[in-house]
């Protein structure tokens, strides 16, 4: 602290008054102790901290001490004493933080200095709000927190991706999405290529063969935008075999990298020596004008045909590969567990009148015919999708309000997970109220006031129903 020069000269003769107006207006509160430590004055030019104390209005005849938290009931007795001991000397006075009882259980923080003042040995301390500079430290407390928190899992979630990157049988490569050249390489990856510790920094595609480099540049031009690329077959310098090569896009703020797979291709699979027949019918699935999908146990796509795409308006086939088919087909947690369900009871469904929802959420009239087959002793799934919007809409899947009440109670279960339950029981109760005045019509000889009188109706709310289900032609007038 840097004092005046010379206070002597220049505040002689002030009043009481004038200093205890200064000493108020110098700090958002002050307090006058005497020489034992009890407040006899309090002045707050701060309203609001002044609301903020439990019971500052009782703090007059009360010790110091007392108006603190224990653990700053030390700091208070260091600072009388100091300000005691300072008396005869220069006067200094030391910043203390103290915590005070507030009225809501929280502490409220000010920073106080004592100073002696007049010859009776009274001390005046000043007192500066703290709480805007806790809640402030608070912020920071709970930003580094959680910074510490981010970082732990983030280390985490590393050294998992480490663990499984080094320890992957398959090779795996890390490629600079800027520069093409090797940023990681795994094991397996290097007992591939012959080399040890020589990937890394390498171009890659100095480790394709020259037939294969176009190929490579457009697949990963395409993964760039689609975020993933499966399954292209290319050509390793010094290899005899193809292999295929998959990639997926990693992103590092605003550039990116991609993690590429490199599976050998077995001699079965190999598409160059499928037998033509099986060549063209993939050729003409991925051509087809309806969709194809395949899908794997838990409903996720993993493979699809541009018809497809097209009908959910997703950018390309690849965009769709890992979502659930769930997401467009008919209603969520209905038809794809009815048609899954039925393809593991019967392996096959024909013919299975749904909709299908694109990106956008427009739906379509189509039909599903599916099949199951196992793979890798997990089942898969084949769904060839219809688009069949240009038909007239089947009677069954036409709105409650259009279409015609069922005959029996056998077309009711064809309704079963096309419509809601509320509107299948309106439906069921249609038939058997049809059915019962048909049947008192039948016992009557066609006699409507007998066959309402047999209902517990009158003929008023008889022909109402007759004329709803269309019967009033199929029946007579009633004699008389």
Not at 35 to 41: A, F, N, P, S
Not at 212 to 218: F, G, V
Not at 292 to 297: A, L, P, R
Not at 382 to 401: D, K, Y
Request: charged share 25%; with cysteine.
């Amino acid at each position: 602290m840097k004092a005046f020069k010379s206070p002597g000269k220049w505040l002689v003769g002030m009043s009481p008054d004038i200093v205890g107006i200064m000493i108020a207006t110098m700090a958002d509160i002050a307090l006058i102790v005497d020489r034992k430590g009890v407040i006899r004055d309090i002045a707050v030019q701060n309203a609001g901290l002044a609301r903020e104390f439990a019971d500052i209005s009782g703090w007059v005849g009360q010790r110091w001490v007392d108006t603190v938290t224990v653990e700053s009931r030390d700091k208070v007795v260091a600072m009388l004493r100091a300000a005691a001991d300072d008396q005869a000397e220069q006067p200094h006075a030391a910043e203390r933080h103290v915590n005070c009882p507030g009225h809501d259980g929280r502490d409220v923080p000010v920073m106080f200095s004592a100073l002696a003042i007049g010859e009776k040995g009274s001390i005046v301390a000043f007192g500066r709000d703290l709480r805007t500079i806790a809640v402030l430290q608070q912020r920071l407390i709970d930003v580094q927190q959680s910074l510490e928190r981010d970082y732990s899992r983030l280390r985490h979630v590393e050294t998992r991706y480490r663990i499984l990157f080094q320890k992957s049988s398959e090779p795996m490569l890390v490629v600079d999405g800027a520069t093409q050249r090797v940023a990681e390489a795994n094991p397996a990856a290097q007992r591939l290529f012959h080399v040890q510790g020589k990937l890394v920094g390498r171009p890659f595609a100095d480790l394709v063969e020259p037939g294969s480099r176009a190929t490579l540049d457009q697949m990963l031009g395409g993964v760039s935008r689609a975020g993933r690329g499966d399954d292209t077959p290319i050509r390793l310098l010094g290899q005899a075999e193809p292999v295929h090569l998959s990639a997926f896009v990693i992103r590092q703020g605003a550039g990116l990298n991609f993690l590429i797979r490199l599976t050998p291709t077995p001699l079965a699979v190999r598409q160059d020596v499928l037998p033509d027949g099986r060549a063209d019918l993939l050729k003409l699935i991925d051509n087809a004008p309806d969709g194809f999908v395949v899908v794997g146990h838990d409903g996720r796509v993993i493979a699809a045909n541009a018809a497809f795409a097209e009908m959910v308006q997703a950018a390309s086939a690849e965009q769709v590969v890992g979502r659930s088919l769930e997401q467009w087909l008919g209603r969520p947690g209905v038809d794809l567990p009815v048609v899954t369900g039925n393809l593991r009871q019967n392996g096959a469904v024909r013919l299975y009148p749904t909709t299908l929802r694109d990106e956008f959420g427009t739906e379509i009239d189509v039909e599903i015919s599916a099949a199951s087959v196992t793979s890798g002793g997990k089942p898969c799934y084949g769904f060839a999708i219809r688009n069949v919007a240009g038909r007239s809409t089947p009677e069954l899947m036409r709105p409650t309000a259009t279409r015609a009440v069922p005959r029996s109670l056998e077309q009711i279960g064809e309704l079963i997970g096309r419509v809601s339950l509320k509107d299948i029981v309106r439906e069921a109760t249609d038939v058997i109220e049809r059915l019962s005045i048909e049947a008192a019509l039948d016992i009557t000889g066609d006699n409507r006031a007998s066959a309402a009188e047999m209902l517990g109706l009158s003929r008023q709310s008889l022909y109402v129903k007759l004329r709803r289900y269309g019967m009033m032609d199929a029946a007579p007038a009633s004699p008389g």
